[in-house]
Nanobody
Framework: QVELVESGGGLVQTGGSLRLSCAAS??????????MGWFRQAPGKELEFVAS????????DYGDSVKGRFTISRENGENTVYLQMNSLKPEDTAIYYC???????????????????WGQGTQVTVSS
């Protein structure tokens, strides 16, 4: 079982930026073999796909609500995936989770069912 730890959340004003990090422990798997995803959950709402990145970092995908504002990246040498969030809006307020794809060498997925390890989440609050 892999452990994922998110960090970087906080309170920011509308239009501001934050960079989230997700660090993976690697005792039992090779981080650079797996796609990673970011999801978020706002109060009273379902878990929403935010972004994904393929195992080799070549393929990325974004939810429509964040496209053009958020950027996902990964540093395999550091077993870390990042989510750079710019031009933040109050509707971006949520708990953000990173997740590890079930299948090795995947390009990533928008479905939460394709991920089997999740972090504990980090809170992002955007004030108006």
């Amino acid at each position: 079982q892999v452990e994922l730890v998110e960090s970087g959340g906080g309170l920011v004003q509308t239009g501001g930026s934050l960079r989230l990090s997700c660090a993976a422990s690697t005792r039992s798997f090779t981080f650079n073999m797996y796609a990673m995803g970011w999801f978020r959950q706002a109060p009273g709402k379902e878990l929403e796909f935010v972004a994904s990145i393929s195992w080799n970092g070549v393929t990325t995908d974004y939810g429509d609500s964040v496209k053009g504002r958020f950027t996902i990246s990964r540093e395999n040498g550091e077993n870390t995936v990042y989510l750079q969030m710019n031009s933040l809006k109050p509707e971006d307020t949520a708990i953000y989770y990173c997740a590890l794809d079930i299948m090795a060498y995947s390009v990533g997925s928008r479905s939460l069912n394709d991920y089997d390890s999740w972090g504990q989440g980090t809170q992002v609050t955007v004030s108006s």
